[in-house]
């Protein structure tokens, strides 16, 4: 039944959302060549310089103005499909309120991932069709990784994990987060649900910033008491630990963040 409901629930996203991520594209190799044409010894007339200098602005407000509206678009899925005249449609189905949470967790988690493969492809395609000189400095920081210390190039390989492992920990708990202030803010108020969702999300975003440094500044007390005191390796190790307690904090949000999700949908949420 998931697969359904992800088939419409991923349709009426994609149908707009590749058309951004063709246009930021396209965007991004037209402004790479007046980039080009802007460090370039050429003469150029000023028009072009304009023109160019125009583009560059614009391309880095599309990446920007992409993110954003990919974002509405999930987020305008979730609030259309439970909280407008679509909800009571939507909950008449024979499938748990989970099932339909999960399709938007997983439409949500694909375009955020989706949504930064396309803009870090744009981007390099701005720089390296705008400068000559871009592979020459990427092939100078691969250089520069293997010049790292010894003691350290074990630990990337739990580094660079953990790094994969909270990203995507964090998209779901953003994503989690904003879906619980959206259904807060339609129970509790009658109008103005989304300026409302918005207060609430600021204000938990305050309090979860609160909470952060709270543990932050536990762990790292004890640290900066014991680094003096530690080798290298040591401290490699260390930062290694504290990596995997961010993880585990971030995944207990994210279940108490579902956990509600799913109470305020089975047992708050009234439609009648």
Request: charged share 10%.
């Given at each position: 039944m998931l697969k359904k409901v992800l088939?419409?629930?991923?349709?009426?996203?994609?149908?707009?959302?590749?058309?951004?991520?063709?246009?930021?594209?396209?965007?991004?190799?037209?402004?790479?060549?007046?980039?080009?044409?802007?460090?370039s010894d050429k003469n150029y007339p000023a028009l072009v310089e304009i023109i160019s200098g125009i583009g560059i602005f614009f391309v880095i407000l599309g990446y920007g103005a992409f993110s954003l509206f990919s974002a509405i678009l999930v987020f305008g899925r979730f609030y259309k499909n439970f909280f407008t005249d679509e909800g009571y449609l939507t909950f008449t189905l024979p499938?748990?309120?989970?099932?339909?949470?999960n399709?938007?967790?997983?439409l949500y988690v694909t375009t955020a991932i989706a949504t930064s493969l396309v803009i870090i492809f744009s981007l390099l395609l701005f720089l390296l069709i705008g400068s000559s000189d871009?592979?020459?400095?990427i092939n100078s920081i691969i250089e520069s990784l293997c010049y790292l210390p010894e003691e350290i190039k074990p630990y990337l390989l739990i580094y660079i994990p953990e790094l994969i492992v909270f990203s995507l920990l964090n998209t779901v708990l953003s994503c989690l987060c904003i879906f619980c202030c959206i259904t807060i803010a339609c129970i509790i108020a009658k109008k103005r649900q989304i300026l409302a969702a918005i207060g609430i999300y600021y204000g938990a975003n305050i309090a979860y910033s609160m909470i952060f440094r709270s543990i932050g500044q536990l762990i790292a007390d004890p640290f900066y008491?014991?680094?003096?005191?530690?080798?290298?390796?040591?401290?490699?190790?260390?930062?290694a630990l504290i990596g995997l307690g961010i993880i585990f904090f971030t995944l207990l949000f994210c279940i108490l963040l579902y956990a509600l999700e799913c109470w305020l949908l089975n047992d708050k949420l009234n439609l009648e």
């Open positions: 088939k419409y629930d991923f349709l009426p996203v994609y149908q707009y959302w590749w058309i951004a991520a063709v246009s930021i594209i396209l965007l991004s190799i037209l402004s790479g060549f007046g980039l080009s044409a802007l460090i499938v748990k309120r989970s099932v339909l949470l399709s938007k967790l997983i871009i592979p020459l400095s008491y014991h680094v003096s005191y530690m080798t290298q390796k040591e401290i490699y190790g260390f930062l």
